[in-house]
């Protein structure tokens, strides 16, 4: 008898333990507000909204992800938005390196790159050298040559002002003695058009922001930015192959974060359904089709992923004089 109601309080103990646990565990109860750091049309907005639709077409959440694009003063809008929402457990954005530069630069939106939650990095993507093909132009060589000739007339659209594409141009122009012109742009999708409208006479736009015009002809891959060849672009070298000396190579993070605040249960539950989102058929096709590298990552080893990306970006802005 002492046996059976000991069995039975252990049981009832087991059962209140589960439902806590039940209890503590996050679902969303409304519409989740799902950040986008950049413009429509470019990679980070591309991104998103195929995220956004693998997770309503397998039903993966309980509440719908509602995509905004925030590009103001290259993610300035963005961050400061999330540094200030009031449900910190139904917020969450997609991020580039804006969101280490954007804070570097402009100090006073008083944003904390670390004290965003860590989520999930879905990839790294890439970088290519992009013209438009009446310039006639097929290699590093010959681009330097042209731009040297054009002087400031040669003009680098690009997303943001000291965001990635500013930094390549930057180094471009300090490697090799040049003088491009840089104008900033919201989206990599507007860059991409300008310049197969001969706008623009150059870009470093991700391959998923350009490969519509690459594939109608209208723009041609010089080198990619990468350690090794992009099995999209085989014929295409890496910078570090021709660049005779001058190593370089620049990715961006593609990561999901989640508000300052948000909490540790719900931090959790956007992990969860991110992971399920990379492993998808969708998303890995996705990551090969476009180029995009890195695996996922998240919690402690992406913030401590974050650590090392900023220190990096903050040597590269004090290098280009862009911060002091």
């Known amino acids: 008898m002492r046996l059976l109601k000991t069995l039975t309080l252990g049981a009832a103990a087991l059962g209140m333990a589960l439902t806590a646990t ?15 750091m950049a413009g429509k049309g470019g990679g980070a907005d591309k991104m998103a909204r195929l995220m956004q639709s693998i997770v309503e077409q397998n039903d993966l959440a309980g509440q719908p992800l509602v995509p905004t694009n925030k590009s103001g ?12 929402v009031n449900d910190p457990d139904h917020s969450i954005m997609v991020t580039l390196n804006s969101f280490y530069t954007t804070p570097l630069r402009q100090p006073g939106l008083k944003v904390d790159n670390m004290a965003f939650a860590p989520v999930a990095r879905m990839a790294e993507d890439t970088f290519v050298l992009w ?7 097929t290699t590093l060589d010959e681009f330097i040559a042209e731009v040297k000739k054009r002087g400031n007339k040669w003009v680098m659209g690009g997303t943001g002002k000291n965001s990635e594409d500013n930094i390549i141009t930057d180094h471009l122009n300090e490697a090799y003695g040049l003088d491009i012109k840089y104008i900033p742009y ?13 706008q ?34 085989p014929d295409t070298p890496t910078h570090n192959e021709v660049s005779d000396g001058d190593d370089f190579a620049y990715f961006m993070q593609r990561s999901v974060v989640g508000a300052p605040g948000m909490s540790d249960e719900a931090q959790a539950y956007y992990t969860a359904l991110f992971t399920k989102v990379y492993e998808s058929d969708a998303w890995q096709k996705y990551k090969n089709d476009k180029s995009l590298m890195g695996d996922l990552m998240s919690g402690e080893e992406l913030s401590e992923y974050w650590g090392v990306q900023i220190e990096n970006h903050e040597k590269i802005l004090k290098a280009s004089g862009a911060i002091k």
Do not use: C, W
């Open 22 to 36: 039940a209890a503590s565990a996050f679902e969303p109860s409304k519409p989740i507000d799902f950040v986008i």
């Open 73 to 84: 003063g290259s993610g300035a809008e963005a961050l400061t938005y999330m540094n200030g």
């Open 131 to 137: 013209v438009h093909k009446d310039e006639g132009i």
């Open 186 to 198: 919201k989206g990599g999708g507007a860059v991409a058009k300008d310049l197969a409208g001969k």
């Open 200 to 233: 623009i006479q150059s870009s470093v736009n991700n391959p998923s922001e350009a490969l519509g015009f690459y594939e109608s002809g209208d723009v041609v891959p010089i080198v990619a930015f990468t350690n090794e060849r992009l099995p999209m672009f």
